[in-house]
């Protein structure tokens, strides 16, 4: 760094040599895998005229690629810039966070690509990737931004990439278990991104636990702009969680659904936040981490049920009570974490992703338990639930409760991981 | 706040109390609303599946969400980015005014789709909402974000919010005179949402006229960042202006043109703003200010007659002509204005929203009155202006004069509603 | 300028009547020609509803607006906010910067849409103009924000819109020899667009040499918020390159497998990208100039062949190469450019666009001379290549050969451009 007082990037003198080494060794292992594993998904093969045919598909608009790909971009604008900046509210950290996390982003979406590819896109010896394979990927990283978020400041480069690898690693496990072994709907990953991602993320850095750090932090001057370029990452993520929740929604209604829902959802936690924000502090001041971070609960917490008949009352609902969760969090519960846990959660995601992504799982297995042809059709009904196969006669309440065992699933491979990591 | 020096949110200590009570009652009327009216329209039901067969469509491509959800997108950061960063060029009001846009926009959203749905999307009892209904739910809000230009560190959070119930209230009014009782076409929103929006906030600062507030505003320093964190506003704003003007016409061609065209008039705009802006500066240098809002009023001028067939050569006239009225405007109205008529018009919305406006309404009554079937084709015709039903034997020329007729109901509702209001 | 000290925008007192002078006649001349010449393409045009029957297209979904608006807009960021904002990285021009890339983009999309309109959208003596132009306008000039990266700070605005207009002029030509002479696939760029713009730049920069200009450079203080902005047009360039290399390929299988190679050499590249520059840099800290640039080169080296049947598994390659090779440029190229080659090269375009262009032009040539119809299968090889009417005999070698032959004539036009220019 030509400007090293700027940013908390480590300068560690080792890094000279360990950090190049990690890169481009990791870089050439998934050249190799690569060309061993992943091609193209027949819809973004230059055999598609052929598969049309045999699809009977009538034009190309309908290539997956249209469906999904304005998603898509979304969802990379929130990994990328939306994670990123909302991490300069934190003045001392500013640059190391936007660049860092572009670092881990880039090194976890190729790791992502093959471990997701190994479990959900596997035909005969090769991984098939198309858009959808670069929405999950963006999404199994997004979980590794969260997890970034609490342990901001206290690890080197390399650790963070070795904490990617695993990470991302695990995460394929548990979705793996989740959406195959259980069959559990989590469209938005309110499970499988965000209790999993925050849960492991804070077991990591109760376990890195350095009683000097908070002392260092006080000592850090205010910078006003920080609060500007952190809100660019609060709004980008508020704007695009409706492209967030509906990316990889079943094409037609669910998406069109899910956007809404989500789009409710986080209208009613802006207000939420607000009032208690208010309310909690002194002279009832606004405090500007609250406006930058609890507005988002919302859309973390209509994650598993915004593609289903969740209904824009239950979403606003859903936003009304997590604004209030996640804002009463930062007041009385980060401290409290801290000074009697240990738990030195920096960027406060235990009240933006940890609870908001617990509700959002609970709220998840009550809608899909509260499911009734009545409301969904009978179609959509099987559609929604994916009710066929194996699964044609498993009954709402029956997923309803997959669906909770899904909650604790994603806690203990997040514990045990993190511990593991840690 | 924790930095109350930044930012022009009002400390005022009643607040601590009454600000909370205010969205708390607020969120709870409008899930009671919610959840007796409002259901998912057939496209976002999980129905849809039924209605799909009935519609005789034989693809999910087919679903409104995919003709409009990347225009609702770019519409949304047009409102919270845009609008919140473009008026970060205040230097003293930076924060708040990203701030009061964020929360004003999400309590208004909400009472929007309530409002917007019983005029336009009532059936049975029951309000359904689409993807359309959060374009225009962002469309009616976006008329107040321009409001809030004029008003901006002249009131308090909680005048603000009621604000904003009465001018999303007006705004349905309006819409629903013009569009439904009128049958005029302003899918870009120059009547609706400029020219309803700048005049009823000018009126309302007119009212709340403050001799000292000039005074105050001189004294504030000079903040470098503040110019690059306006760009932002400015960009985004600009960039995404032709999926404003295209995001609700008509499916296919309409859409395409409306796009087509604000793209053209806002390159014009850009080239009449720099030119006149160094002509009337000392010395030839550039006014910021000008750089940062005269360059939109292009896209506000074709709202009314983008989706027509304005042709490119006239959209580059119509930019041509905006962007010397508003930068004109900055240089002699605004003062005018201030000192004469005591209407203190914090970030010159006369300039950049009503006068534009205007001319946009007045464009479209022309567009209209001179379309001929052998413009439009027969068919092309009676979709554009959408004759069919009882308007079936409406002309071009009276299609103009009605075009006209909501020209002037805009302005009156503005200045009726601001008087009432302030 | 209000504030003169914070921007390199020149303070000539000529410029107060020559540059409205310039602007205002350019943009008449333009109104007159594109009332001459410009129309709506049949898809934005209202006779649509005919045309839609008579190619027999079943949904408004099919006309080209769907296909290819998202992407539309994401470069349309690419050029306004990402070179923008990119620029500002350095601190001295962080204002003028983004204000004249914006000035210049928007002066030459409009000389684009003519000028490419003549050589590919002409048709009975008119330019039909449809999404795809807007596409192919901000295509070229995000060539000439290219070059503008090696001149910033050397030029008056006048001299930047001259320059403009000569290189639009040269682009659309060079763009003619290369797909409809030579019959070239270059769908992102690669040749037309970065090859092009970066020498046509630095020829341009080598006659303009200034030798005390570095000295200033160096006077300049250390401005911490200019590396967030720059991260902002850096991010924004990298996550919407996919839709910049996909834009205008093919519908169906083509854009998506453009957007799947781009996404993975832009990963790979990031890698390399830091660790080189941990590697060649003292004490091994990370030069933020490479993360801010470098790690794009991976987007440009994949133009003309992301749309081709890289894979994977290529892309990553690619992009592992161009990391490294744009990171060794910053740290002794550029140095020995200017003290041996009196080359100024002020953003180091030479580094992310002329050598990864190169690349890419390489790349291409090799990926089409290695095309087989047992990797495309029979119609896709025809699709991709377009081998119909009378290139229906032409081999991949033969291809490949001339795709070779696109980028010397890309490089003679660039140089013989950039010294008549100059």
């Known amino acids: 760094m030509e400007r090293p007082r700027h940013q908390g990037m480590a300068k560690n003198t080792y890094m000279r040599w360990r950090l190049p080494l990690v890169c481009l060794l990791w870089e050439v292992a998934m ?25 009977n598909l009538t034009s190309d608009i309908e ?13 990379h604008v929130m990994i990328f810039v939306g994670f990123g900046f909302l991490m300069t509210f ?17 090194f976890g979406i190729q790791w992502a690509l093959l471990m997701q590819g190994w479990f959900h896109s596997f035909k005969s010896g090769k991984i098939l990737i198309g858009v959808e394979n670069l929405i999950n990927a963006d999404f199994c990283v997004g979980s590794v931004c969260i997890a970034f978020g609490a342990i901001l400041g206290k690890t080197s480069p390399i650790q963070l990439l070795v904490l990617t690898l695993f990470q991302v690693t695990l995460f394929a496990v548990n ?50 702009h920080s609060d500007l370029f952190a809100m660019i990452g609060t709004l980008y993520l508020w704007m695009y969680w409706p492209s967030f929740n509906s990316a990889i929604s079943e094409h037609g209604d669910a998406q069109h659904r899910a956007a809404i829902n989500t789009y409710c959802s986080l209208a009613a936690c802006v207000l939420t936040t607000v009032a208690f924000s208010s309310m909690l502090q002194k002279k009832g001041k606004l405090d500007m981490v609250h406006i930058q971070n609890a507005t ?6 209509v994650g598993t049920s915004a593609e289903m008949m969740l209904t824009p009352y239950g979403s606003l609902i859903v936003g009304f ?25 920096t960027c406060g995601i235990h ?61 203990l491979m997040a514990f045990a991981g993190g511990a593991l990591v840690g």
């Open 31 to 55: 050249i190799v895998l690569f060309g061993v594993f992943v091609h193209f998904s027949p819809e973004a093969d230059a055999h598609w005229e052929e598969e049309k045919r045999e699809m």
């Open 351 to 411: 009240n933006l992703h940890a609870m908001p992504g617990l509700i959002g799982g609970i709220v998840g297995a009550i809608t899909a338990a509260a499911a009734t042809e009545d409301v969904y059709g009978k179609e959509g009904f099987i559609k929604a639930f994916d009710f066929t196969g194996a699964y044609q006669t498993r009954t709402p309440s029956v997923q309803g409760g997959f669906q909770a065992a899904g909650i604790v699933v994603s806690l």
């Open 321 to 345: 009570i997590c604004g209030i969760v996640s804002t009463v969090g930062y007041v009385y519960l980060t401290p409290f974490l801290e000074s009697r846990l240990h738990i030195q959660d």
């Open 296 to 301: 988002l609960a919302g859309g973390v917490a």
């Open 90 to 106: 934190l003045k001392r950290y500013g640059f190391g966070a936007v660049g860092f996390n572009f670092l881990l982003a880039a």
């Open 63 to 75: 290539n997956d690629f249209y469906f999904r790909y304005p998603s898509f971009q979304d969802v």
């Open 175 to 224: 979705e793996y278990i989740l959406l195959n072994l259980l069959h559990v709907k989590d469209a938005g990953g309110s499970m499988t991104i965000h209790t999993f991602g925050a849960y492991f993320g804070l077991t990591v850095t109760r376990i890195l636990y350095r009683p000097n750090l908070e002392q260092s932090k006080d000592k850090q001057g205010s910078v006003y």
